[in-house]
């Protein structure tokens, strides 16, 4: 863990509550998958590249169902990330499919797919204002 994700830690933990939670679980799908580029990845091998394109891409993002968001990160991942927070992993999809396409949006303001934590912990805390 570096020392972003150390300071970062810190601040999301003074957060407290679901959101908090939510955050370093976002942090922590994103390093799991090696980045925003591994995230991307993930989508477009799971046959979502023209979604994942969209929210990269400047104009309006494609959406995600949250069925289509377990398709990608497989049911067991979600049940995982579902029980750390304590809610129903249909729950979490839902968010996912929600926040996510946002998220990279707001990560790739150019177009262009950098792996910026700090990009990412903004990204995030913005959404939940």
């Given at each position: 863990?570096?020392?972003?994700?150390?300071?970062?830690?810190?601040?999301?933990?003074?957060?407290?509550?679901?959101?908090?939670?939510?955050?370093k679980?976002?942090m922590?799908m994103?390093?799991?998958?090696?980045?925003?580029?591994?995230i991307?990845?993930?989508?477009?091998?799971?046959g979502?590249?023209?979604?994942?394109?969209?929210?990269?891409?400047?104009?309006?993002?494609?959406?995600?169902?949250?069925?289509?968001?377990?398709?990608?990160l497989?049911a067991?991942?979600?049940?995982?990330?579902?029980?750390?927070?304590d809610?129903?992993?249909?729950?979490?999809?839902?968010?996912?499919?929600?926040?996510?396409?946002?998220?990279?949006?707001?990560?790739?303001?150019?177009?262009?797919?950098?792996?910026?934590?700090?990009?990412?912990l903004?990204?995030?805390?913005?959404?939940?204002?």
């Amino acid at each position: 863990m570096g020392l972003f994700d150390n300071v970062a830690g810190a601040v999301l933990g003074k957060m407290g509550g679901d959101q908090g939670n939510l955050v370093k679980l976002a942090m922590e799908m994103f390093n799991q998958y090696g980045g925003l580029s591994g995230i991307l990845e993930k989508f477009n091998a799971s046959g979502f590249a023209e979604q994942a394109a969209s929210w990269v891409a400047k104009g309006e993002n494609l959406p995600l169902s949250a069925d289509q968001i377990v398709t990608a990160l497989g049911a067991g991942t979600i049940a995982e990330m579902a029980a750390k927070l304590d809610m129903p992993a249909d729950e979490l999809s839902k968010q996912i499919a929600q926040y996510l396409p946002k998220v990279v949006d707001k990560l790739t303001p150019d177009g262009v797919v950098s792996n910026n934590s700090a990009g990412l912990l903004g990204a995030v805390l913005g959404m939940l204002k």
